[in-house]
């Protein structure tokens, strides 16, 4: 489902290029659950960002779906994105002018589907918020938010889920209540689900585990 090879990102500075990430071959396969875990700087956002198509790398390849994202402009990455990628941000990342059922059909419509509302109001009911599906994101507790993200990115049915700090922001009970929602729905879906994180919990909730050191990435045993 991902794979890449020798993958580098470099960025230049006032004084040299700085080189995140080094030489990195992954491969993850369909339905697969990885967790990507180092310090904060170690390059995990980065190649997160570099998997999803969200930003490009110095030279090396990236396979999502057996397609080479690399090659892809960014109009087709974000088609590719819209159907195959789910996102799970640790800032949730919800529009704060849209209630929560709105946030979850937002994508769905923009993708053309007809069934957009009873769908983001199943998946609203399958993560506990199917009582508060008019309520805005200042009305929510921040785990309330991230069920309205997590519904929202598994509503779509992507093939690949890729979540970046999902319980970053949240208390150890309320992240506890986010892991089990996220594994469930991952289970149910088949979803390949990737994720960067510090939770040693969750982390070790993964088939398997990667660690993320001064731009390198190796396979924890």
Known sequence: MIKTSQLNKSVKTAE??????????????????????????SGK?????????????????????GTDIVLLDEDERAVLRSQKVGFVFQSF?????LTALENVMLPLELAGRDDAKPLAEDYLARVGLGERLQHYPRTLSGGEQQRVAIARAFAA???????????????????????????GLNEEEGTTLVLVTHDNALADRCQRKFVMAA?????AV
């Open 45 to 65: 956002s980065t190649l997160l960002g570099l998997l999803a198509g969200l930003d490009s790398p110095t030279d090396g390849e990236v396979h999502l779906d």
């Open 215 to 219: 731009g390198q990435l190796s396979e």
């Open 93 to 97: 990342q919800l529009l704060p002018a």
């Open 16 to 41: 040299a290029d700085l080189q995140i990430l080094r030489g990195i071959d992954l491969e993850i396969k369909r339905g697969e659950t990885a967790a990507i875990v180092g310090t904060s700087g």
């Open 157 to 183: 049915k992507p093939l690949i889920l890729f979540a970046d700090e999902p319980t970053g922001n949240l208390d150890t009970a309320t992240g506890a209540t986010i892991i089990e929602l996220l594994f």
